[in-house]
Structures are given as C-alpha cells and as structure tokens.
C-alpha cells in the first residue's frame, strides 16, 4: 500500500499536475507571444485531413443573417464550417455578415480557426474607380498604387481580408470582354502597373486598411483564341516567357499573397493542374511563397476540359500540379482524405499548401483579432467619403484620352451658352458602370454614380440641353434623331455620348463586333449636317473600331468606363479644367479583321515599306496595317516636341548602362503632362525580337512653352529576352533606341551591344 502511494505521489501525480497544467495551458498557435511559425506548425500537428482539406476549401457564401439563416443550403455551409471544413468565402460583404460567419468559425469549430473573406474589388469596393485599362492609360503609377489602396480601405472597412485582384492578363484582343481588367498589351508596363495595384492593396499587410492581393489570371488567359471568353490558349513557350509571364512575375515579386489559376490550357494542360506553370514556374523558379487559388470551379472544370475523369481525378491532378485552394467546385472537400488515405497524395504537399493559408491568416491577425475588419462604425464612415470619390474624379480624369481633336474645338469655349448632350448612356447610372461592380451581391454601388449629364450640369448648369439620340439597346428612330439635330443646330457644342454598354465589360462579355453601333452612326451622320463640330465622348470597356465616326466628328475623346465619379472627371476634362494627359495602352483597331493588332509585333520576312508601294509584302488590300490610333497615343489641348536625342555610348559592354537623354518642350499656350516613352529594338538575336519593346516612360509637367531634358537609363536585363526555358539572355548585336510621345511617332538611334 504504501509502495504504491509513495508511487503515486512522486511519479505519477507530477505528472498529472504537468498534463493538467498543460491543459490548462493556451495551446501555441493560440499563444500571441509564439513567432508566427510557431503557431503554425503546432496547428498543423492538431489538424485532422479533413480539417486540412478544409482550408483548401473556399465557397461562395451571400447571406447568411435574417432569412437567409434559415436557408437550407446557407445552413449547411454553416455546419460545414462548424465541422471546419471551409477555409474561406467569397461574396460574404459587409462587416455584419462576416461578422456573423467568423463567430460560427471561431465559437463553434473545434479548433477555430478564422475564416478569410474575399471578394471581387476590381477597380473599388464602394467608391468605383475607372476600370483598370482605363486607369493604366494614365501612366501616373502613384495614382495607379493609390486608387487600389483606397478600394482596399474601404473593402477592409467591410469585413474583407482578399480581393482577387490584379488582374494581370496581358491582351491586345478588344473582343475579350476582360481587356477592361487589365494594363493593355504591353508586358512592361503591365509589369509595372501590377506591382503598383498588389503595393496599393496590401501595403505591408500590417494594419486593417490593407488586404490580400490575387495575381490573376495565371497564365496567359489574355491570350484566349479569337477573344472567346473561357476559350483555349496555344502559344509558345517563348511567347509565354517574353509577353505573357513578366506581369505575373511583377506582382509576385512586388510581394503578392495569392495567385489564381486560369481557365485556360497551356500546352493542352489546364492552368489548374499544369505542373510546368504551378509547380516549376511559380513555386520552384520563382519562390513563390504564397498560396495558390483556383478560379471559380476551374479545378472541377478540368472534367470538361478532357483532362480529369471525374472529381476525385481533378483534385488528384490539381494538388499534384502544385495548386491549391479550391474555389467552388468542392473536389478538394469531397476527395483529398481518401486520396491521402490510398497514398496518392502526400500528406506533406497538403500540409506545404495549409501552412501557407494559415500563415496570412495569422499575418492579418485573424486569430487574435478575427472581428478586426468587420467593423460597422469604420465601413460607414470610410465608404464613398468626400475623399475616396475626390480620388477617384482625379484618377478618372486621368485616364481619359483625347484621340482627336481638329481646330481645337475642345476645351469647350467658356462663352458657350448652349451645350448640346445627346446620347442614352451620358443619364444612364448603371452604364457609368461595368459587370465587376458586384451586382450579384447586391452591393449598390450605381446608386452614386455622377452621370456624365450630372457633371455636365454640375458644371454649365442651364447651358446643358440633353436628348437620347437612341435607346438603351443602341436602335435609334427618326423621332429620337429629329430631336438630337434640334437640338445640335442651336448649340454652340455638340457633346455625343456614343459607345456601348458598361454593361459589356467584363466576363463572358465577348464580342464579335467590337464596333460603334449602326444606330449610333445614323446619329451622327445627321447630326453632322448641321455644319456643327462635333465631339464623340466614347463610352466602352475596350478599345472600339472607331474608323466610321472619325471622319464624321471633330474630335472623340475616349472615357473608356470611369465609375463613381465619371460626370465629374468628363466634365474637368471638356471645359478644360484637366488638360487631358493620358494615353492609350491598347491599340485602337482600324478594322475587326486587323484584330490582333498590336506595336510590339514582329518584322516578319516581307514588312510593309513605308516610302515605296509595290507587290508581295506583308499587308492587307484592303486596310492599312497600322491601327487607327496606336499603343501609346493620346492628345492633348497643348502640343509637345521632342529633340536633342543623345545616347551615352553608341558601343555599349554587355555590363555597361546606356543613358539615353531627349529634350521635351510643351509648344503651346497651355500647361500639361506629357507621358515620353523609350522604346528598344533587338535588330538580330537568336529568336526574332519586336520591332519596339516599351522599356522606360516619365510623366512630365511641363508649363506652357517649359522644355526638360529627361533621361533614361538602360542596362543589359532591358535589352534581354527570355527563351522557352525562361533563361534571360542578352546578345551582342545591333540595337535601336527610340523615344517619343507614343508608339509610332519617334526619335531614333543606333547603339551596338558588344
Ligand atoms: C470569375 C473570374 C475571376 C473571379 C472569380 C471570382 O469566374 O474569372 O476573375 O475572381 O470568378 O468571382
């Protein structure tokens, strides 16, 4: 008896006291002391595969207070989470709802681990920014930075951790109705411009104004054949290296948290189980330290693709690829246990993929602090106030493009005592606005917008007259056309707002005829008889084939889609009040059958002479082969030169720097910003390169009659290219070097690289 006590009290009960101890204890990854790693891995030893495969498990949520509660769908993604089987929602807005979803995650799960909330914020979350190829068209890469962190502050404010933005598809197809989404076609400006939106969005991902960024759509979904939206993509290795891959690339190294497959094939593999993109490219070339998501349901899509049998063999594929975090399509739920339990998947690939989902979660604080971004005081507040919608009228403003402009008729003359404004969309709220301002939530952001007719009255008052000129589906009647001529020969400005629906950009907005609508020509033809000039405001989320109204109007200016603010902006721009500066990152097609047409293409074995005519060249018989207006173009109310092209070193060693320095000088009476851009040419290399590469731009101020001299400075890595294996390599040769205020109008000069 008394061997057994003296046992237990010196060998047992210490123990027990230690066991209990540590049950009472906070377990590490609960511990805010513990180093993030810390907390991880002792999650990671808790977790069960179930638990595991639930973090790789993102749905779409809604609502799930009032009486969407009882619904038996939202119900079962609850239990879902109560049985820590999802890991994140998209389309869960506003800080209630989140709220509400976080509590079941954190009260009611046995580990309770946070839930990230993410959503769509394309171009702003309340406060809608131009669309993003619109705000690339001002080369202001502040401004760029500064519009994705105001629609980061407020999304945050709304109980968001997570936008699936940028996106950074490089596209020169304007049939593509995503074009709108991204920085146009050229792959170094896209590069800059993607790390500048993945830097606005999630700063230092340190405060509860910043989010996760999503580098989408990975890769080269821009390249989509015909522009057919979820169509395949077939390209080269080393188109993918040299076009496509440098944005993606950008953002990723700019810091971003997240990467999404795409729809899309790459060498006949779909993006979400192509080992080469996700496994070799991303995680082992790039280090990409991040997570990867899928986009919505592509993991299960790989079934229809042809590459998966079914869903347990899409998942298999996916995770084996190197992909992660399962977007919708539940194979990921539904398969990865058993396919761990057979073996077929290592446990150790799953845990690599989990340890990267909780590391953000534990970097944004969630597990501290889950309720931090759901904050009801803080989202009504920071939404739609004076400054965001100041922000967004400047950003606006700023990517607005004058293509032309004969005898000056814009600004409009302060003496104007009649402004004509015709045109169904310069009322139209909604057509301020395109697909990704979240309509399938609810969130009503159209509500806000300031029509380009309110600006308009916001600024002239009385002087503005409106009508229709046609109806919302682009037809038009004589009675609507009668109207307009009206109205047009007793106005001092005739302001036509032509264009197609906001509603026509975006996804799965696709079109064959990416033109100005018939009716809208008729409109114009007629207004064009009353011997007044004529300004077009174009409204679209692409560039259009504007070759039938040139001639018709004396100047168009292109407002692209601009959000919230749009009236406003318009209206600074036509009165004057914003000399307009920005110019376009997509070129303008002269016709549908140019498309796609594009600067930085290929010499080919017979290029178009431009002194001489004759037969067997590179050309079509019917058009010409430049675009109407070209990458890099755009006007303004003042005119600029450039001259005294200098380079440092016609003979340049493969380790030297090249300076290259050009004068600008605003030539007219009125102050403006100047976007110069520098642009190379490879004459020989051992794969053929573009005839121009876009290698370096300044946006300069320049007072009326100020000349500055501007440098660039090029080194070896911008002169390189990629081959197919994704080796950068720079050869000696001849090169060029160009600089001007857009793609076709240059100076040049020779340069040899030894
Ligand atoms: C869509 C889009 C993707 C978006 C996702 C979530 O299909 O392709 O860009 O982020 O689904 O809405």
């Known amino acids: 008896m008394k061997k057994n006590l003296f046992v237990f009290i010196f060998l047992i009960a210490p123990f027990l006291l230690i066991a209990q101890q540590k049950s009472n204890e906070t377990?590490?990854?609960?511990?805010?002391?513990a180093s993030i790693q810390d907390r991880i891995d002792d999650l990671i030893k808790r977790m069960t595969i179930e638990e595991k495969a639930g973090q790789l498990n993102q749905l779409n949520?809604?609502?799930?207070?009032?009486?969407?509660?009882?619904?038996?769908g939202q119900k079962a993604k609850m239990q879902m989470v109560r049985d820590g089987k999802v890991g994140s929602f998209l389309n869960v807005i506003g800080a209630t709802e989140t709220r509400a979803v976080q509590k079941i995650a954190i009260q009611e799960s046995r580990l309770g681990i946070p839930i990230l909330f993410a959503f769509d914020i394309i171009h702003g979350y309340k406060t809608i920014f131009p669309i993003p190829l619109a705000e690339a068209c001002s080369w202001d890469i502040p401004q760029i930075e500064k519009n994705s962190s105001v629609a980061a502050k407020e999304a945050a404010a709304a109980g968001l951790h997570w936008t699936f933005a940028p996106m950074c598809d490089i596209s020169n197809d304007p049939r593509w109705g995503r074009v709108m989404e991204g920085a146009g076609e050229d792959p170094f400006y896209g590069s800059v411009v993607a790390a500048a939106r993945v830097k606005g969005l999630q700063g230092n991902l340190n405060d509860d104004a910043h989010i996760l960024s999503t580098v989408k759509h990975y890769a080269a979904y821009g390249a989509v054949e015909a522009g057919r939206e979820y169509n395949e993509v077939d390209i080269s290795r080393v188109a993918l290296w040299n076009k496509y891959l440098p944005p993606y690339k950008a953002a990723v190294d700019a810091g971003a948290a997240t990467v999404m497959n795409s729809f899309n094939v790459f060498e006949g593999v779909p993006a979400s189980g192509n080992k080469y993109l996700v496994t070799d490219v991303l995680l082992n070339k790039w280090k990409f330290k991040g997570f990867v998501v899928s986009d919505w349901s592509s993991f299960s899509e790989m079934i229809n693709h042809g590459y998966a049998a079914n869903g347990k063999d899409a998942a298999y594929k996916a995770i084996s690829a190197g992909s992660m975090m399962d977007m919708e399509s539940k194979v990921v739920i539904e398969n990865l246990p058993q396919l761990v339990k057979e073996g077929k998947i290592n446990v150790q690939q799953v845990d690599d993929a989990v340890k990267r989902i909780l590391f953000y979660k534990f970097k944004l604080g969630l597990f501290d602090e889950p309720y931090k971004f759901s904050d009801e005081k803080r989202e009504a507040a920071t939404e739609l106030s004076k400054e965001n919608k100041a922000e967004a009228r400047k950003a606006a403003a700023g990517s607005i493009v004058l293509l032309k402009n004969d005898n000056q008729v814009l600004p409009i003359n302060s003496s104007a005592k009649k402004i004509a404004l015709i045109g169904h969309y310069a009322k139209s709220k909604e057509d301020m606005f395109d697909f990704w301002i979240g309509y399938w939530t609810g969130k009503p952001a159209v509500d806000d917008a300031v029509t380009i007719y309110d600006g308009l009255k916001n600024k002239y008052g009385n002087a503005v007259e409106y009508s229709e000129g046609y109806n919302a589906d682009a037809t038009t009647s004589d009675a609507l056309i009668n109207t307009a001529v009206q109205s047009a020969s007793t106005a001092d400005v005739v302001l036509v707002n032509i264009g197609i629906s906001g509603k026509m950009a975006g996804e799965d907005r696709a079109l064959a005829y990416p033109e100005i609508p018939e009716a809208q020509i008729q409109l114009l033809k007629a207004l064009q008889k009353t011997g007044k000039p004529i300004v077009a405001l174009v409204s679209s989320g692409r560039p259009l084939v504007l070759t039938k109204i040139q001639p018709l109007v004396s100047s168009i200016v292109q407002c692209w889609i601009l959000g919230t603010e749009t009236g406003n902006a318009v209206a600074d721009v036509l009165s004057g009040d914003y000399n307009p500066s920005a110019k376009t990152v997509m070129s303008f097609p002269y016709a549908i059958g140019q498309i796609?047409?594009?600067?930085?293409?290929?010499?080919?074995?017979?290029?178009?002479?431009?002194?001489?005519?004759?037969?067997?060249?590179?050309?079509y018989r019917d058009i010409p082969n430049a675009p109407l207006y070209p990458f890099g173009f755009g006007l303004s109310y003042t005119t600029y030169s450039y001259s005294n092209m200098q380079i440092s070193n016609p003979i340049m060693e493969r380790t030297d720097k090249l300076t290259v320095t050009v004068t600008v000088t605003n030539t007219g009476k009125i102050d403006g910003e100047e976007i110069a851009q520098l642009y190379i040419r490879d004459i020989t290399a051992s794969i053929i390169r573009p005839v121009k590469e876009l290698k370096g731009f300044r946006k300069i101020k320049l007072k009326a009659g100020e000349s500055k001299e501007i440098s660039f400075v090029l080194s070896g890595k911008d002169l390189s290219f990629y081959d197919g294996t994704g080796q950068m390599h720079l050869e000696p040769g001849a090169f060029k070097v160009f600089v001007g205020g857009d793609s076709e109008h240059v100076l040049g000069k020779d340069f040899v690289v030894q």
């Not at 949520?61 to 038996?72: I, L, S, Y």
């Not at 017979?606 to 067997?616: A, V």
């Open 61 to 72: 949520g809604g609502t799930f207070t009032g009486p969407a509660a009882n619904d038996t």
């Open 27 to 33: 377990p590490t990854y609960k511990n805010k002391k």
């Open 596 to 619: 796609p047409v594009y600067y930085n293409h290929f010499n080919t074995s017979r290029p178009l002479p431009t002194d001489k005519d004759g037969n067997w060249f590179s050309r």
